[in-house]
C-alpha cells in the first residue's frame, strides 16, 4: 500500500470533514424584561468552564432572566404520589430509592402544590439517556434567590424531596451535571441570604443530581418551577419570608407635613449587595468519576472493564509537582525505569513492568521521548494500564499515561504563583483565561512558566520555560473548534548516575560520594519542542457527534555529553566516551472519529468509529569520541578529548494507518459490555546516509478488547477484560524473514467500588505477557530470533476521594511479579529490571473548614518501593526505601502559600538503574515553599 499517497488523502479527508461539518454561526437572540436584546449562543452556559477557578467569587445579578408568566409550578414527585395524575419514575431513575411511600413531619419544607402542566414523556426518560445539565446559575429575587438548573429538557426530569433537620434534600433522576465540554462539575453558593447557610448542586451518582440548601436556624421553604431556561428551584428561608410588612400608606385625605424615605427592610437591603458564590469543579477534589483514555468518551470509571486511574488537579497542587514521575508515585503498579527523573525531556515510566506510552489529551506526539510536563498547564493525569492498541495503535505493552492540559474559561480568571525551594530552586507561573468577546463564543487560556534548579551533585544547573497558549470558538450551539500550541526549551547537564560498585554494592575504595559527577562540568544538553494543533467538534443531534484532531510536533535534542561506559577493577577508574548527537522527530497525527448513541430493542449502544494516521520523521546525527577516563575518588575534568571513533547520519519515517470500531453495549442497566477492534497498516523506512543504504519494512496487526462490567448495585461493578497492543520490530532473522510485531496479551479481572459519592476503590488482578521478544539466535549469533517472552501477574489496589469533609486521600499498593519466561540471552525466572515486587503509596491532606483557622490545611505522604533488580542479569539488587513526605499549606480567599518537604528524613535511596554502571540516586530532604494569588 502507498502510504505517501494515503497519508495525502487523509490530510485532505480532515480538511473535507472540517469544512461540511462547520455550520454557518448560529445565535438566539431574546428579549428580557425591559424590552433590549442580549445575544447568547443556544445551549451554551455562561457559567461553562468557570467551575475550574477555585474559591472565586461572582456577583450574582438581581434582575431575573425568567419571569413568573414564563414559568409553570409543578410538585416535587414525592408529593404527586398521593394524587391521582402521579407519573411513574421512568428506567433512568429506577434505582433511586422513590420516597413517595414516605410520610414526612409536618415540618416539612413548604411548598406551594399544584399538578404539573406536562408530566414526564416516559418514554424520553426511559433508559440510560441522562439528561445534561450544562449550568447553573443563581439570580436574587424579592423573596430570596433561585437556582436555575439548564437544560432544555427540564420538563422530562423528576424530582423527589425530603427534609433532615434544617436541610432541605432534592434528588433530580435521570441527569447529570455536565458542561458542554463533558467535564462534571459541582456548584456551591455559601450565604446567599439570610437564613441559608449554603446551597450546593452535586454529582450524586452517574444520572442523579442533588440539590442541597441547608437552613441556618429553620428549614427553608422551596417551590419548583419548569421553564424553557431549565429547572428553577425558588429558595426563601423563614428569617425572610417573615420579614414585618412595610408601613401603610398615608391616607391621601391627610397629607403629612413632611415625606422622609422609608426604610427598605433588611432583606430587600442585603439583595441590593452582590451574593457571593464559590464554585467549585469536581477537580477540586482526590476523586475524579469519569475520564476518557479509556474508551475516547467521557464514562464513568466504574463502567470501564480495565483499571485506570486519574491523579487529579487538586493532588497537583497539594504536593506542588513540578515533574511528571512525582505525579506517578500516587498510581501503584507504575515504576520508574532505568533514566534519571532529572531530565526534563525524558519521561521512563513502567506500568506492570512494561515501557508506557505518553498521550497530550489522547492524542499521541513522541513515542520515544514523554512530551515534556509543565505542571501549570496540566489538569490531570489519566493512567491507563495495561494494552491499549485498540484505539490508539502501535505501542509499548505497560499501558498509557495521559495528560490532560488546561481549557479556556468562560468566566476572568487569572492566577500568579511562584516557588523556592533546595539547590536554588526557582520558579514562576502565570495562568490567564476568559471571554474575548460579548457573547462568549470566543474563549482564551494563556498558561507559561519559567524555571531554574541546581541539585545536590556539582555541575548541575537546568533551565527551562513553556508557553501555551489555547483559543476555543463556539462556533454554534453544536460546533466547537478548539486551537491549541505549546512552545518548550530547556538546558541542563546530564545526570547519569554512579556505578553500583561504590553505591549499592562494597567497593574497597569506600563509599563513592553522593554528590560526584561523572561527566565533564561543560557538558550540556538542550531541549526544544513547539506542538501545535486543533481539535474540532460537531454535533449532529444530541446523539451523533465527530470529533477531528490534529496534532504537529517539531522536536529537537541536541548534547554534548561524556557518557560512562565501565569500571576497571581497581574499582575508581571509570572509562567513558563523548557522544554528541542531534535527534529530532517531526510528528503527524490526524485523528478523526465519530460517536453515536442508538438502541436495538432494549439494548443501547454508544460506538466510537474512526480512522487513524500517524507519521513520524525521526533524525540521528552526530559523532562519537574517545574521552578520557576519571577516577571516582579523585576526579580531574577538563582532560582533552581523543579521536573520532564513529559518526552517524540516519532518517527513519514511520507511517501507521488504523481504523478502530468500538461499541459500549448496556445490555440492562447493571450488565454492559465493551467491544473493540483495530486494525493497522505500519510501514518503516530507514536510511543510513553515510553507508549509502535503505530497508522498508510493513506490518499489519488487528487489536482486540472484550470487557464485561456487572453491577450488582449502581455503586458496585465486577469487571473483567482482554486485550492486546503490538509493536512493530524492524530486522530480519537468519533466513531473511522479517521480525514479526511484539504483542502484549491482557486478562484482567476485578472490582470497583465508589464507598461514597466522593470515595472510591478499586481492586484489580491481572496477567500480562509480552511476545516475540527479541533474543540471540543461538545458531546464528549475528542473528536475533523472536522467541523471547516476559510476563507479569499481579494485583492492585488503589483508593483515591474524600473520607470526611475536608479529609482527602489519595492511596495504594501494588504486588507485581515481572520476570522473564523465554529467552536465549537471561536466565528465565530472573526479574525484570527495575520492577518491584511490592511498593504501596499513600497520600493524606486535611483542611480545616471552620473557625479563625480555616483554610489552613496539612499534607502527609509515604511512599514505599520495594527491593528490584537492578538489570535483566539480576546481577545486584536495588534496596527498597520508605520515604516520607509532608506539606503545611493556608487558603485565603484568592491568596495561597504553601510548604513542601520531601525525603523528610532525608533517607538515602535508589531511583532505578540503567545498568550496572548508572545507578540513579533519589533526592535528599528538600523544601519548596510557594506562594499564589488569584484574581
Known sequence: MKLDRLFQSLLLTGAVVLLISTPATCEEVREDLQGESFTQATGKSRLDEQVAVKNKKFAIAKSPVLTPSSRKRRLFQSEIASSPQTAKPGKAGKHIHQLSEIKFPPNSAQILVQAPTNPPNPEQTSGDQVVPITGVKANATPQGVEVILETTLGEQLQVTNRSTGNNFIADVSGAQLRLASGEAFTFRSEKPLTGITEITVTNVDVNTVRITVVGEKTLPTVELFDDDAGLVFGVTSQTTATQPPQQPQTPQSQEPAEQTPQEEPAAQQEQDEPIELVVTGEQDGYSVPNATTATRTDTPLRDIPQSIQVVPQQVLQDQQVTRLSEALRNTPGVARGGITPRFTFVEDALIRGFDANYLVNGLSSLTDFAPIFEASNIERVEVLRGPSSVLYGRGFTGGIVNLVTKQPLSEPYSLLEFSAGSFNFYRGSVDFSGPLNDSRTVLYRFTGAAQTTESFFDFYDAQRYSLAPTLTWQISDRTKITFEANYAQATQPFDLGLPAVGTILPNPNGKIPRDRYVSEPSDQGQYEALTLGYDFQHRFSDNWEIR??????????????????????????????????????????????????????????????GVNFFRRDSTLAGFNRNAAPIDLFNPVYGQPLGDVIARYDNLTRTDSVGFYLQDQIALTDNLKLLLGGRFDITSQKSEDFLESTSSFQQDEAFSPRVGIVYQPIPALSFYGSYSRSFLPVVGQTADGSLFEPEEGTQYEIGVKADLSDRLAVTLAFYDLTRSNVETADLENPDFSIQTGEQQSQGIEFNIAGEILPGWDIIAGYAYTDAKITKDNNFAVGNRISNVPKHAFNIWTSYKLQEGELKGLGFGLGLFFVGDRPGDLDNSFEIPSYVRTDAAIFYTRDRFRAALNFRNIFNVDYFESAGNINRVILGEPFTVQGTISWQF
Open 548 to 609: 477531528n484532531a490534529f496534532r504537529f510536533v517539531d522536536f529537537n535534542i541536541d548534547r554534548q555529553a561524556v557518557f560512562s561506559l565501565g569500571l576497571d577493577p581497581d574499582g575508581r577508574t571509570l572509562n567513558r566516551r563523548f557522544q554528541s548527537p542531534n535527534f529530532g522527530e517531526l510528528v503527524y497525527n490526524l485523528d478523526t472519529y465519530v460517536v453515536g448513541k442508538f438502541n436495538t430493542g432494549s439494548i443501547k449502544h454508544e460506538i466510537v468509529a
